[in-house]
């Protein structure tokens, strides 16, 4: 069986002068080509659109998995110092439990102050000033600061700090200032602090102030 031949010359003589504003008018042969040509850049295109979309998500589930992994350690890390969390916790809470045990109520306060006093009077100090100022109200805690001068010696003076420091409740002292008095002894000026805690209805109510503040 003889294979029909193929004019080529023909052939080319169907893609030359093509009106590209009429392609109804084209030979059979050019509107073949273009229509496979559209084809398969339509299907390459496809394949190229989507292969880009597995590609982001093959980057958006590696991104994932990166993140599940620093979650993993994060909470293995937690879990592993869970019991050490608790015990610090709990020893805070100890702490601070002592802490507010040295802090006197309302109601401590005048003996405490009478214990500052008797504390000079029996290192041999004289006081001159003896003035509880304002209160200062914190969070939990009121702080009572007291302006006091008292004359005496360098050493009357260090043995009434360390007696302040061995009271039972927290009592410091603050701003000292150490000059020559008339007479020609020495005289201290400081500022003790004491503090005392909030009962519970001072700080509901410090709550509810600073609530309605808001």
Known sequence: ???????LDS?????QNLDPKDVGTWPLIPRIVVLFAIFVF?????????????????EMSRAEETKLKEQYVSNKKSAVNLELYTQQLA?????????VKQLPG???????????????MGRGLQFELFK??????????????????????????????????KLS??????N????????GSLAMDAVTKTFRYLDDKEVAARKQTRGGRR
């Open 1 to 7: 069986m003889k294979l029909p031949s193929i004019d």
């Open 169 to 174: 409740r927290i009592v410091t002292l603050n």
């Open 11 to 15: 052939i080319r003589n169907d893609f």
């Open 91 to 99: 020893e805070m809470n100890r702490t601070f439990s002592v802490l």
């Open 176 to 183: 000292i200032t150490i000059t020559s008095a008339k007479d």
């Open 132 to 165: 509880p100022n304002q209160e200062v109200v914190r969070d939990f805690y009121a702080e009572l600061p007291i302006v006091l001068r008292v004359t005496g010696t360098y050493h009357d003076f260090g043995a009434f700090a360390e007696d302040i420091g």
């Open 42 to 58: 339509v299907l390459v295109g496809g394949w190229f659109l989507a292969l880009d979309g597995q590609r982001q998500a093959l």
């Open 106 to 120: 309302k109601a401590e306060i005048e003996s405490l102050l009478i214990e500052i006093n008797q504390s000079g």
